[in-house]
């Protein structure tokens, strides 16, 4: 029997937390089938979450701010978590594209055309996502 445990170290240094991850992350929203959110981050994506639909400032609740029923629907939000070699904001722009292209999300900027197989792998994550909510509604 394995006795290893698996732990993470969170450095705080002079008040500060260093993030150690990126992630990118897409509110689904469950009661209308559709994407209401692409982000990013380098923190957990559920504490994310929380500061999005909880924090005063703006530029961290931005969810609350951006998705009209946010306080009161109901979301499934998708993390994934980026390899170290991948910047978040072009993964980002590159999926809000993707998605757009797809028309699975509106009132963003269509980036250029392209998709990288990590892209692709997040598309088809969501629209399973999507295609499994469609169908617990029947």
């Known amino acids: 029997m394995d006795q290893s445990i698996f732990h993470r170290v969170v450095t705080v240094r002079a008040g500060d937390v260093h993030p150690t991850g990126s992630w990118i992350y897409v509110w689904i929203d469950v009661d209308h ?17 929380y500061l999005h639909l909880t924090a005063e400032d703006p530029n961290i609740g931005l969810v609350r701010i951006l998705v009209p029923h946010a306080a009161d629907g109901n979301f499934d939000v998708l993390a994934f978590a980026l390899p170290d070699a991948v910047e978040r904001p072009q993964a980002k722009a590159e999926l809000v594209g993707a998605l757009a292209r797809l028309g699975l999300i509106s009132g963003e900027s269509t980036p250029a055309a392209g998709s990288s197989p990590l892209t692709a792998a997040i598309v088809l994550a969501i629209r399973d996502r999507l ?8």
Not at 33 to 49: N, Q
Not at 131 to 138: G, S
């Open 33 to 49: 089938e559709s994407v209401a959110y692409v982000g990013g981050t380098g923190f957990d994506p559920e504490l994310r979450a």
């Open 131 to 138: 295609r499994a909510l469609r169908t617990e509604d029947q």
